[in-house]
């Protein structure tokens, strides 16, 4: 079993819908999440990150928490082509300092 | 969010020559770093960690000896990729760490080698 398991897509979603994207892990003491967007070519760039069961929003984005499920989801809401990349889940695990990455969910936006 | 500086974002070198990647914080102190190696289509795989002041903990079934990181001031560290090989081709990212818990972590542009 994968440490971060994403679905790798492509996920298609209409201009101004919500885009939902998924990742579960498997190390319970885990107790930092991450979403990075990254760009072809480009490095990842951090959009949220979430430490608490829950919900936390940020302008369009909404991350989501549920250490019970070992589940962490993002929202983007009003979906922009320019939002079309991968997106790539990230953990830091109880033992280490270290963060492992999913292997990303590549997300297409269509006008 | 923190500014992370990586040079060169590409090199182009001949087989079994060594090339040197820079990763710099340009606006805080990161004790640890970490270096990544993406290959096209796929996801982030952590090489090493590398420590301010001692040696770096690699990852299962990354060489150390071919893949030498030196960490020696809190806003520098360095990989050196030596004897390079053309599967040594790839996209190297490093990170280094900041916020609540010293938890997030900001990358550097990347650097795009070229084994000839």
């Known amino acids: 079993q994968k440490e971060v398991e994403q679905n790798s897509g492509p996920l298609s979603v209409p201009e101004g819908a919500i885009a939902s994207l998924n990742c579960t892990y498997s190390?319970?003491?885990?107790?930092?999440f991450f979403w990075y967007r990254q760009y072809s070519g480009k490095s990842p760039e951090l959009i949220m990150s979430i430490y608490s069961n829950g919900d936390k929003e940020d302008g369009r984005f909404t991350a989501q928490l549920n250490k019970a499920s070992q589940y962490v989801s993002l929202l983007i809401r009003d979906s922009q082509p320019s939002d079309s990349a991968t997106y790539l889940c990230?953990?830091?695990?109880?033992?280490?300092?270290?963060?492992?990455f999913g292997s990303g969910t590549r997300l297409s936006i269509r006008p | 969010g923190a500014v992370v500086s990586q040079h060169p974002s590409w090199v182009i070198c001949k087989s079994g020559t060594s090339v040197k990647i820079e990763c710099r914080s340009l606006d805080f102190q990161a004790t640890t770093m970490f270096w990544y190696r993406q290959f096209p289509k796929q996801s982030l795989m952590l090489m090493a960690t590398s420590n301010e002041g001692s040696k770096a903990t690699y990852e299962q079934g990354v060489e150390k000896d071919k893949f030498l990181i030196n960490h020696a001031s809190l806003t520098l560290s360095t990989l050196t990729v030596t004897s390079a090989h053309p599967e040594d081709s790839s996209f190297y990212i490093c990170?280094?760490?900041?916020?609540?818990?010293?938890?997030?972590?900001?990358f550097g542009q990347g650097t795009r080698l070229t084994v000839v």
């Open positions: 990170s280094a760490g900041t916020g609540p818990m010293n938890t997030e972590a900001f």
């Open positions: 990230a953990v830091r695990g109880s033992s280490a300092s270290k963060i492992i």
């Open positions: 190390d319970r003491g885990s107790q930092s």
